[in-house]
């Protein structure tokens, strides 16, 4: 029996190979990064594009990935928490895990109609895909981790 732990509010699990009571069951557990500040409120922050969010720091971190013919379109939206204000100057990369286990990195590019940063990952593997975002704005660093399935 493993463990379903709900990464934030991204609707993402993972399983541990932790045997639990079905009490334990009944009540999942949630992760939190050591880096994430704690918003005190019970709001949890909300999808504006259909993506998964995060929201660490100043930040709030949105990644939508798009099934397409000959690979996976990543659409990544960087905010301001307070006020969701679009930030256009960041540097951002994907560091992504594919499900057979090779690893890239795209660096991420600024549509600015589209208010979003944007690569396109060549995959068409089927399964889990991990990745992490690394932002950079105005010379703070922070780290974002997704999952997704293809």
Known sequence: MGILILNGCTGETSTNDLETTPSEMDSPAVESSPNSDQ????????AQYGGQVVETGDYHLELVPIPEDSGIHLDFYVQTRDDREIISNATVTAQVQLPNGQEMEL???????????????????SGDYLVVMLTEVEGTRTNARFRFSQ
Do not use: C, I, K, R
Not at 39 to 46: A, E, I, L, M, R
Not at 109 to 117: L, S, V, W
């Open 39 to 46: 918003n005190d409120s019970t709001d949890h922050p909300t």
């Open 107 to 125: 660096p991420m590019e600024y549509d600015a109609p589209g208010e979003h940063y944007f690569a396109f990952l060549p995959s068409q593997v």
